[in-house]
Every structure is written in structure tokens, then in C-alpha cells.
């Protein structure tokens, strides 16, 4: 460590209200670092050898426009107390003299009871191209940590929070749609709870995989799998109208592929004991200003037919005896997918209007309680049939508009970002059909069937969930030690 002295040091400290041991293995455990990797960084694991007892990680990233490859080797693992892991080749470190810097982390484990734990990040760093590189970017890191950290501490604290409720043995858990938008997240979530996962995919199938196929009605066996989580689905938010063509393969790819599932669980000798199935408020169409409970009509548009559709698909499952939930999220917010890197581009550069008048009610979640919701279903047995799944908080849609500019902008400078509004003629006549579902819909939804059954939701309020997915945290909650190493 002399070699790092008179450098950049940065710390984070958490203490959480479990065992130290629980807290090292959730660390150790198989997608700790993509729970832990901030959705508003361009990181992507590439390539992994081995684990944090000295095992190395290819990390896809970029510095600007400019793509960069971060290496980073794990040494140093000792149980329950640390590991350690340095960049050999990325930002920091390079192979030409004149590229000087360093990174180094440590992650620090302490006991403090049998109940109660403390995790420190160290990092100590230095930048390439002295005293260039430092000037250029010093700032800069020192903002990214802030924020990535802030995050870190957040995830950590809240997976392990909900993975505290479940006392059962390890799930074996099938996934459809893994590399959707919620599916991307929620495997690592399951992984670093210490749950096993096998995403079904279509075509060529890797270690760890099954494979079905929609059209030919094929899918490799599920027996004695604890749960399945059905996502798969055609995306509704294309850039284009909907089509006929469109409008088909979004009923089909979920019809198909919920009636295919469900057919194939209950012909099962040892089925599983429970189909989470991913369904939408679309169910409801446009209420106005109505609060919509589970027990709500049904609408009369395309969507909410389908969303019907969608779920009477599952009936096979439900005869048979197998506890089947119906997720009807709400818009989930997340900068990876879905409606908010749509709004955050125009937002960023000062237009965000009110839609449509902007009275129409959003109800909105983040991502973490999207796939945090789907957890909870799994292992909670009283819980079955159709779940509405949004914040408590819902909010009309120029108040939504207003938020997003109050975060990019700040608060004297937000509200001109939606001061001219988007009439609804405008998006109907650009969008068609999909406008209408996607932005001119009123979905006052009631989340109360979700949080008796025991499911606190992580983000209440939008400015602070937009905040976290982000990184645009507020100054006074970016609690963390920097400094120069003497």
C-alpha cells in the first residue's frame, strides 16, 4: 500500500442489521456486482473468471464516447473480513509510461454483534497524465463515487432488508424473458439471494439455460422447479405506430406464451408452486380520476383486451392447482429501458411539456420494486390472482413532468422545461392507438392488496426514486469520506 500513499481516497460505510456472515455471502454470491453497478453507468460485465478470491472481471465501458475496457483482478479474500481488487487496465491504469495512476478498493467486513454488521469501501486511486489527468477528471470521479456509492448503500441495504423476510431453503427459479428490461435485473437479484435461475430462451441455449419455443408450442421440462416467473412479451413501446401486424404480435407473444407456460405446469408430475406472471394496469383502460382496485372493470380499448387476454391465458396453471399471480405493474421508471430514456431527452435539454392537458393520472414504480414486487409474490403463499403493483404515491402527469425538470434542471430553472404543453391531438395524430395507452391513459391505481400482504415499497416518492436510478442524489444524502493520503 506505500505505492498508493499521497493519492485520492474515497470511503463508504454501511451498517446494516444482519450477520456479518449474511452480509459477506450476499458480496460473494453470483451477481453481487451487477446488483451493485448503478444503472446511470455504461458498465457491462464482458467476461468473468473465477470469483472474489482472486478471480477476474472484464467490464465493458466508456469514457465519454470513447469505448474502454476495465479490468479488474480480486485478491486478498479472506472470509468474512475483506477482499481487495485492483484495476490492471482501464481509466486508471495503462500500459504506457506516462499512464501512472492506480486503483485499488477494498471491501471491509466487521462484526460489531451477531446481529449487526459494517461493510467499508476503501478506494485509493490516483490519475493518469499528472497533474492533466487530475484536473480533468478529479472532479468528475470524485461526483461519480458520490453518486454510485450512495446507490450502493441503498441496494444493499434494501435486498437485504427483503431477503431478511424469507427464512425457506434455496429456490430453483425458470425465468421467461431474462433479458427483458425487468428480467436483466431481477436474476442477479435472485442470485445474490442465494436462489438458482434458468432463463428460457429461444434459440441456442447456454449452460444454464432451457429453451422453448412459442410458435411450434415447445418447451424444455420445468418439473420440480420451486417457481416460474413469466415476462416474455412483445414490446408495446415501438417507435412507430402499431400496425396491424404490431397489434398482433403483441397479443400473440403474450397469449401464446402465457397458454404455453401454463398448458406445459399443469401436465407436470412435481409442478411448480407458483407462476408469477408480468401483466399491466392496462387491464383497467382509462378511469379518469377513479381509483382502481384489483377488482376494477376491465376496459374497452385494444390494450386492455389484451391484458385480459393475457391473463385468462393462465387458467390451465390455476385448475391445476398452482398458485398463480398476475403483476399488474404500473409504469416502470428505470434509464436502461422502457418510457423514462424517452423523457429524460427531451428533458435534458429543457423540453418536457405536460401531455395531453396533463390532469391524467401515472402510476409509477422503479425497477428495484418492479423485481423486488416479483420476489415478494414468490415467497409469499397468501398471496394469488391479479396484484396491482405501483407506488402509493401515484401522480398526475404534468406533476410527473414537473419532477423530472426540477431534477435536471433544479428548482428555479425545472419548471421552464413543461411551461409549453403537448395537445392531446398531437400525440394521437403521431402515435395513434399506442399515444393513447402509453401517455393519454388515466390509471389511478390501488396498491393496498400488495403492501398488506407485507411488501414495503422502496421508493414512495418520485423525486427520490428518480433521484436513485439517476444518480442525482442531493448533496446531503451523499454521506461519504474523501481526502488525500498522506
Not at 427464512?167 to 433479458?179: E, H, N, Q, Y
Not at 392537458?357 to 409474490?377: E, F, N, P, R, V
Not at 431534477?407 to 394521437?428: C, D, Y
Amino acid at each position: 500500500m506505500d505505492k498508493m500513499k499521497g493519492k485520492h481516497l474515497f470511503e463508504s460505510t454501511l451498517k446494516l442489521n444482519v450477520p456479518v456472515e449474511k452480509l459477506f455471502n450476499w458480496h460473494e454470491n453470483e451477481g453481487a456486482f451487477e446488483r451493485l453497478t448503478p444503472p446511470f453507468d455504461p458498465f457491462n460485465v464482458t467476461r468473468r473468471v473465477g470469483g472474489i478470491d482472486g478471480g477476474t472481471v472484464y467490464i465493458a465501458m466508456k469514457a465519454g464516447p470513447v469505448p474502454l475496457t476495465w479490468v479488474t483482478q480480486h485478491y486478498g479474500y479472506k472470509k468474512n473480513v475483506q477482499f481487495l481488487e485492483d484495476q490492471t487496465s482501464g481509466p486508471f491504469v495503462g500500459p504506457l509510461p506516462f499512464w501512472n495512476g492506480g486503483w485499488h478498493h477494498k471491501h471491509l467486513f466487521e462484526k460489531i454483534d451477531e446481529d449487526n454488521s459494517l461493510v467499508t469501501d476503501r478506494i485509493e486511486y490516483d490519475f493518469p497524465m499528472k497533474p492533466f489527468g487530475f484536473l480533468l477528471g478529479g472532479r468528475y470521479t470524485k461526483k461519480k463515487l458520490d453518486q454510485m456509492f450512495a446507490y450502493r448503500r441503498n441496494i444493499t441495504e434494501n435486498d437485504l432488508y427483503a431477503l431478511s423476510k424469507y427464512s425457506g431453503k434455496p429456490l430453483d427459479i425458470a425465468v421467461t424473458g431474462g433479458s427483458g428490461l425487468i428480467g436483466k435485473e431481477l436474476g442477479p437479484y435472485l442470485t445474490t439471494a442465494g436462489h438458482s435461475v434458468e432463463n428460457l430462451v429461444r434459440k441456442r441455449p447456454k449452460k444454464g439455460e432451457l429453451c422453448w419455443n412459442i410458435r411450434k408450442q415447445q418447451i424444455s421440462s420445468l418439473n420440480v422447479k420451486d417457481a416460474v416467473v413469466h415476462l416474455a412479451g412483445e414490446n408495446i413501446g415501438s417507435l412507430v405506430r402499431w400496425s396491424k401486424w404490431k397489434r398482433k404480435e403483441i397479443l400473440e407473444s403474450r397469449v401464446k406464451s402465457t397458454a404455453l407456460v401454463a398448458k406445459h405446469l399443469a401436465s407436470l408430475e412435481n409442478p411448480p408452486k407458483v407462476l408469477i406472471c408480468a401483466s399491466a394496469m392496462g387491464y383497467y383502460g382509462s378511469y379518469g380520476d377513479d381509483i382502481l382496485t384489483e377488482d376494477s372493470k376491465n376496459g374497452d380499448d385494444y390494450f386492455s383486451y389484451v391484458v385480459k387476454e393475457w391473463e385468462a391465458a393462465a387458467q390451465p396453471a390455476i385448475d391445476a392447482g398452482i398458485r398463480v399471480v398476475f403483476l399488474r405493474f404500473g409504469i416502470i421508471m428505470s434509464p436502461k429501458g422502457g418510457a423514462l430514456p424517452r423523457m429524460l431527452l427531451p428533458a435534458k435539454f429543457g423540453g418536457n411539456p405536460p401531455i395531453g392537458g396533463g390532469k391524467q393520472w401515472w402510476s409509477w414504480l422503479t425497477i428495484d420494486d418492479a423485481i423486488g414486487s416479483i420476489y415478494h409474490a414468490i415467497t409469499t403463499e397468501s398471496l394469488s390472482g391479479a396484484v396491482n403493483v405501483a407506488s402509493p404515491n401515484t401522480i398526475q402527469q404534468k406533476d410527473f413532468a414537473s419532477t423530472l425538470g426540477k431534477i435536471m434542471w433544479g428548482p428555479r430553472l425545472g419548471f421552464m422545461t413543461n411551461l409549453i404543453p403537448l395537445p392531446a391531438f398531437v400525440v394521437k395524430s403521431i402515435m395513434g392507438e399506442m399515444g393513447d395507452v402509453l401517455l393519454l391513459s388515466s390509471n389511478r391505481i390501488d396498491s393496498s392488496k400488495l403492501i398488506d400482504s407485507g411488501y414495503k415499497f422502496r421508493f414512495e416518492n418520485l423525486e427520490n426514486g428518480l433521484r436513485h436510478i439517476l444518480g442525482m442524489k442531493r448533496e446531503e444524502d451523499l454521506q461519504c469520506k474523501t481526502g488525500v493520503l498522506s
